[in-house]
């Protein structure tokens, strides 16, 4: 069987690929260099050089930085600079300035971005629909998408506004790649926002989306479904469902980006994966209700490909496992799975086959702690686990992350912290991401006396 292909770096540049392929050709001196890069393309899976040169010129071409742009001379590239989401110097005081300035709105992207409809007749000329400008090199239906300085703008503004665009030719799929990243960031992930860093929606974001819908934009938004995967509210996936999404062939960006870029079926399966291994039974019910098998295997960041049935269990969601096999999910589990569910549930597992469960789950402490499951971190150091084992605490993987000690530190639950604290926890251990410690990580999120009782702990041995 052939080896699965090479996943490119994040942000690949034919820089780093030449010197791969002349790195390979120097450990097979009988090769040609064209034979290295043929080698090379392939263990990425692409059938020759030129199809590996040509998609990452293409990312290269769709690339922007958003939040790495500095400040701006131009006041009006200033304004939309401070006054767009970029994801990663998104702050409120920023917003907050861009609102403050007094800038002339001459610019069909100042224009956008404010919702302007007078100023956007008065510019809309030929081909300025779609002319990419301002400070990110956006198309202006993006500006208008991703604008964040005024919550106070109407809903006719956005929506004539929008309308107006589109009627001069914008495209309702633009968008760029965040830092080279394979998912593109469209008009309507900036209509729903949200995100790692829980970004504000636009504050008309579910019209404006609805009118992109209508004008032909693609509902298989990859990055709208996993900025949004981390509430529950699921209003977009029903607006998305209502257009058709898990259908067709994943729109204009997946034929450009080709295997770099998630189907429709890929998608939901993330997010059935998701929700499964966080207990979001309305979204697994209405994952199932479109189409979604429930007996697909999910798997996801680091989480080992199972059923879905199996994920809710290793996750300690009982009803969400029950109501997948109610759905038609594979309901059988592996003995560790279910030593894994009974430790999380408060249930007793059979002592002889704790070993083989820690084992297979040793990172549980984190999981478990990061969930403010008193109990389970109880139980399982009293069973054997390792307290200061690090892992994922935002999924249940056992990649070495954080120790539960951080992710309670972080989340500023002081019960945790003494729990784990009694129950032998290292102070002083650091993440494997950051370098730091569980006191740091208090610091961080602005919890700074738990921060100095984690350090005092530390003094303290």
């Not at 002349?22 to 199809?51: C, I, M, N, T």
């Not at 970004?199 to 032909?216: K, M, S, V, Y």
């Not at 892992?391 to 309670?408: F, I, K, N, Y």
Request: charge should be negative; hydrophobic fraction near 40%.
């Amino acid at each position: 069987m052939a080896d699965a292909p090479l996943s490119l770096p994040d942000d690949p540049d034919l820089g780093w690929l030449r010197k791969r392929a002349k790195d390979l050709r120097r450990d097979h001196p009988e090769w040609k260099l064209a034979d290295a890069q043929r080698v090379l393309a392939r263990r990425f899976g692409y059938p020759s050089w030129p199809a590996l040169k040509r998609y990452v010129e293409l990312v290269r071409s769709y690339r922007r930085a958003p939040d790495l742009v500095p400040e701006q001379d131009d006041p009006r590239d200033e304004f939309l600079r401070l006054g767009s989401l970029t994801y990663g110097a998104d702050d409120p005081a920023r917003w907050a300035a861009a609102a403050a300035m007094q800038v002339p709105v001459d610019t069909v992207h100042v224009a956008a971005s404010r919702a302007d409809v007078a100023a956007l007749r008065r510019l809309l000329v030929d081909g300025s629909a779609t002319r990419e400008g301002g400070p990110f090199a956006w198309a202006p239906l993006a500006y208008l998408a991703y604008a964040r300085h005024d919550p106070h703008v109407t809903e006719a503004q956005v929506l004539g506004s929008a309308r107006l665009l589109l009627e001069h030719g914008a495209d309702p799929d633009t968008g760029y790649l965040w830092h080279g990243l394979p998912s593109p960031f469209t008009a309507l992930t900036g209509c729903f926002g949200r995100g790692e860093g829980d970004q504000p929606p636009h504050p008309h974001g579910p019209a404006l989306a609805r009118t992109l819908l209508e004008a032909g934009a693609d509902p298989n938004d990859a990055q709208t479904l996993y900025n949004r995967q981390f509430r529950r509210d699921d209003s977009h996936l029903e607006l998305l469902f209502e257009f058709g999404l898990g259908t067709g062939d994943g729109g204009p960006w997946r034929r450009r980006l080709g295997r770099a870029a998630m189907s429709p079926a890929e998608m939901l399966g993330r997010q059935l994966g998701w929700a499964a291994v966080h207990g979001m039974d309305e979204r697994v019910a209405l994952l199932v209700a479109h189409g979604v098998d429930p007996a697909i295997p999910v798997t996801m960041y680091g989480v080992q490909a199972g059923s879905a049935h199996a994920a809710a269990l290793a996750a300690g969601h009982v009803t969400t496992a029950e109501l997948l096999a109610s759905l038609g999910a594979d309901a059988t589990s592996s003995p560790e799975e279910r030593v894994v569910a009974a430790v999380l549930a408060g249930t007793n597992p059979d002592p002889a086959l704790v070993q083989g469960a820690i084992r297979e789950r040793p990172g549980l402490v984190a999981w478990a702690a990061h969930h403010g499951n008193h109990a389970a971190v109880r139980r399982a150091v009293e069973l054997g686990w390792d307290v200061d084992r690090r892992a994922r605490t935002d999924v249940p993987s056992d990649q070495p992350w954080e120790t539960g000690l951080h992710a309670a530190a972080g989340q500023g639950d002081r019960e945790m912290v003494q729990l784990l604290l009694e129950l032998g926890a290292d102070p002083d251990v650091t993440d494997t991401r950051f370098g730091g410690t569980p006191a740091d990580w208090a610091e961080h999120f602005g919890h700074v006396d738990l921060a100095a009782h984690l350090r005092e702990a530390g003094r303290r041995g």
